[in-house]
């Protein structure tokens, strides 16, 4: 999110640090348990029953060839081994930096926790769009739409405007469109950061559904999750005027880049915070409830104070965490397993 307001935990930076030393939405992959590193320990449930996750890798073993300002965020992971023919690797991960001039990137890999390698044309989406110019792309997230074949591509540039794109083979994406602007959403000065799935709500003659980040210009609170509906993924959208996660219920006052996911019969989201933490919060299969629920996953030392943008997926039977780790504008992704 857009959170340049809110503060930056006084910490080594995740440069210094470097130096020195989906659920819903992803495919799962049949096969043996991967190996790693993640130390044994007891099995933590975290709120609702969900899983703890801990720490893997960072998703990169060295430098990225495209890293113009030296930030990375927003993770997708999407399996793409019984999609299309001729891959990559069987997992495609898309990420971007945030600050001008951004830039949708991709990675590919043979397991969802990597360590990722770098597609040496990236960005495969940039700011030169094909009706516009924009000052920067960023929060990319990618569908499979299984009815046309295609990974559809959510993205936004500027920051009060999100678009879709579609792709037959992941990293080609053509047919740009704008879907979502604050004259969409009343009372909104930005509407970005968004998630589509695959979740039918009652009444509403949908498919797909939308988690986005809106600054409302009505308190508490300022940044919150709002939410939209469409039939196929990519037109005929349709947005709630009211949010359906507020900050204040958290004690928050800002909150971005949720994610939907089920559990015990009904539908959460995971986000996070300005307090640097991932919250979930109970909304029901039908959007209609909020029932704040407390911390899903707070930072380690490594972590540098934040983690963010969560999504998740699950290989081998094991499920994974990618998100943005460090301060806003300094973050890296790494991957979390469950534990």
């Known amino acids: 999110m857009d959170d340049r307001l809110l503060p930056r935990p006084a910490a080594l930076s995740r440069r210094s640090l470097l130096r020195g030393a989906t659920l819903i939405g992803t495919a799962a992959a049949a096969g043996t348990a991967l190996g790693g ?39 997708c992971v999407r399996g793409v081994y019984d999609k299309i023919s001729g891959a990559r690797g069987r997992y495609y991960l898309y990420y971007a930096p945030h600050d001008a001039p951004g830039g949708v990137c991709l990675a590919y890999a043979d397991r969802l926790e990597g360590p990722y390698t770098e597609h040496p044309g990236n960005p495969i989406v940039d700011r030169v769009l094909p009706t516009t110019t924009v000052s920067h792309v960023s929060s990319p997230h990618v569908v499979w739409n299984a009815a046309s074949r295609e990974f559809f591509l959510y993205f936004h540039g500027e920051n009060f405007t999100t678009r879709v794109a579609r792709s037959r083979d992941g990293i080609t994406f053509t047919n740009e469109t704008p879907i979502l602007s604050t004259r969409l959403v009343p009372n909104t000065t930005e509407t970005s950061y968004a998630r589509v799935f695959e979740h039918q709500v009652a009444g509403r003659g949908n498919k797909y559904v939308m988690l986005f980040m809106g600054a409302h210009t009505i308190g508490p609170g300022t940044r919150k999750i709002f939410w939209g509906w469409s039939p196929n993924g990519w037109d005929q959208w349709q947005f709630a005027p009211n949010p359906l996660i507020s900050p204040a219920g958290d004690g928050l006052t800002d909150i971005s880049s949720p994610h939907l996911l089920k559990r015990n019969g009904t539908s959460y989201v995971a986000y996070h915070g300005n307090d640097g933490r991932i919250r979930l919060t109970e909304v029901g299969n039908n959007f209609d409830r909020e029932v704040h629920l407390g911390v899903f996953h707070a930072p380690i030392a490594s972590d540098n104070g934040r983690v963010a943008a969560p999504a998740f997926g699950t290989d081998g039977g094991v499920s994974y965490m990618v998100y943005e780790a460090g301060p806003r504008l300094d973050a890296r992704i790494c991957i979390a397993r469950a534990v």
């Open 37 to 75: 590193t993640v130390a044994a320990g007891p099995a933590l449930a975290g709120p609702a029953g969900f899983p703890s996750y801990r720490y893997v890798r960072d998703a990169f073993a060295g430098p990225l060839a495209y890293n113009p300002t030296g930030e990375m965020i927003f993770p």
